[in-house]
């Protein structure tokens, strides 16, 4: 199943402001920023190799910066911009 998973972008800002405030950004020293409506995985780097059950996966939303493009990842999970997923153990029938 596919299943594309959309942020609920209030909830980043939300968590943002109480955690982030309104520093600017350390790169530029600007204070415009975009937060991204896409949910993105993060996982360990294997050589380019997809590699199942090497570890846990991140769901992170990009928050850029407007004037550099700096970017920093939130946990989309922890700010709550999704809802954990319940994911059932498979049983091995093997």
């Not at 980043?12 to 415009?32: A, F, Q, T």
């Not at 493009?69 to 498979?90: D, F, L, T, Y």
Request: proline share 7%; net charge neutral.
């Amino acid at each position: 199943m596919n299943e594309n998973k959309k942020a609920n972008v209030q909830k980043v800002i939300d968590h943002l402001n109480s955690k982030w405030g309104k520093r600017p950004c350390p790169m530029c020293g600007e204070n415009s920023w975009t937060v991204s409506d896409t949910v993105y995985e993060l996982r360990e780097f294997h050589g380019g190799n997809m590699v199942l059950g090497s570890g846990p996966i991140y769901p992170i939303v990009p928050v850029s910066c407007n004037n550099c493009g700096n970017s920093v990842m939130i946990n989309a999970i922890q700010s709550g911009a999704i809802e954990k997923p319940n994911v059932e153990p498979k049983e091995n029938n093997g």
